[in-house]
């Protein structure tokens, strides 16, 4: 929106933007300073209502609802990782045990092993303490088998129907990019669906 020299925006339209800028940043898993950047709750901040209780969080592709894309589970605080798996397409990981199937030989998947011990998090969430972005990356470029490991996942909608509507972005070392439109759904870990 454009506007005049005479005209200024109002205080509503000023905190949207605001909000606008620090989710870009967070979604390209760049720095940037805004005027009131947005901050990560403190991970021992416990809260109130739906995150009270630990979540399983399953966001597939929007255009193939089968592929799973990221498997990400929330400790009852609402901001603990304590399950985190990606698919990437581009790449297989070695998975000691894991039996051949009719796509991969015996101990290669595209779905990673856990990653949740090994890789640093940063998540933001609403006024009402729901998840609306996750920042993730290696702490060491070796960390994981996937070198230079990174990305987010940003929720473009609050929770309706339990789902909600998202991007998911990683990156690694060797041009490795994918960005995936998908919608997420929770679940109570113990009526988790199938992941494989």
Not at 20 to 40: D, I, S, W, Y
Not at 116 to 141: I, S, Y
């Amino acid at each position: 929106m454009r506007t005049t020299p005479a005209r200024r925006r109002a205080p509503a339209a000023n905190a949207v933007a605001t909000m606008l800028l620090a989710f870009g940043c967070l979604a390209f898993n760049g720095g940037c300073k805004a005027e009131a950047p947005a901050q990560a709750v403190p991970l021992t901040r416990a809260l109130p209502g739906p995150t009270a209780a630990p979540w399983l969080i399953v966001c597939t592709r929007l255009d193939d609802a089968e592929q799973t894309r990221l498997l990400l589970g929330l400790a009852a605080d609402g901001h603990r990782v304590t399950r985190f798996e990606i698919v990437t397409p581009d790449f297989l990981w070695r998975i000691p045990g894991q039996p051949e199937s009719r796509r991969f030989a015996a101990g290669e998947s595209d779905a990673s092993p856990d990653l949740a011990g090994r890789l640093n998090f940063t998540v933001l969430t609403d006024g009402e303490g729901e998840l609306r972005a996750l920042d993730f990356a290696a702490p060491a470029p070796d960390a994981v088998q996937l070198e230079g490991l990174r990305g987010s996942l940003a929720l473009h909608e609050p929770w309706q129907n339990d789902r909600a509507l998202g991007s998911l972005f990683h990156a690694a070392t060797g041009n490795l990019v994918d960005v995936a439109p998908v919608q997420c759904r929770r679940f109570e870990p113990r009526h988790a669906p199938a992941t494989r």
